[in-house]
DNA sequence: CTGTGTGCAAACACTTTGCAGGTGT
DNA sequence: ACACCTGCAAAGTGTTTGCACACAG
């Protein structure tokens, strides 16, 4: 699931180290990444604030998005084209999947969120919809 | 939305001032409370330490279940008869609505979440539907 | 050169743990 | 009487902030 040329410079960010290193992680997994996930994943050692710091900015300037998680730690995972369109149409309603046997939670894309008949005077402006389970590989893999 | 008659002798909790008035303050609303809420919420005071304690052990006891919240703190809901049923049949494949307005996030128990076709080889045990918005109170009111 | 990014230290918020004393059965 | 609850203090964990220096444009 490789992410084509995506550039720092698009999104109005200067390319310095630690953000292209940043960067490169995502775009070498297919699964959502905490910051711990990335401070290790790194080859050069960078401060946890740096990481911090890097993962705001790349929120900021709509780079990444906040993936909602069982009650772990934050994770985040790289917007695809769609997010990109528009102006500030920056829509995420798409399932998270997380397996409860690797731990990794990944976006599942193809799979739309079904409009929920909400009781009337409610308005939806975003859904999450996270399923747990096994994911194929550890499906596979036992 | 009102809890009927459910006793702390029934879940093996003994009955001590704060479970008793931590249950009260669940069965008094009918959104979910953060340990927060819980301690803003309480006549008498008790240690956070306590509160903490007091949720964990309704937690083990299947008393409550934790909300998944947008990525705030953590929130907790009584369980209804439904959970109560069966053996270690616990399920809470139900929608939890948060209001981007008043903040409150609710149970919506009526509210099916229908089910999704996942890829092959992908297992599905528990699934967790939250949509934001605005609830029916801050829609009337503004 | 100017503004932004980085590292370090420290602050912060939230949650858990250890221990002594108090309470329910 | 005994086990379990509670409060206080302290430790943990994850994240943010302040400040001086370094780097990109």
Redesign the pocket.
Known sequence: MAHSKLSLADFN???????TEVLSAFQAVDYAL???DIEQSLSAQ?????I???L??FLTQGLIHKVLDDHG??KYALCKELCHQGEHVHQHDHVHFKCQSCGQTICLETVIIPSIPLPSKFIKHESNLLIQGICEHCNSAT
Chains 1, 2 share one sequence.
């Not at 960010?13 to 953000?19: D, E, S, W």
């Not at 960078?46 to 740096?50: G, Q």
């Open positions: 960010l200067r390319p310095t180290a630690c953000r905490s910051q711990y960078f401060d946890r604030v740096t911090y710091r890097t705001k900015s730690s934050t």
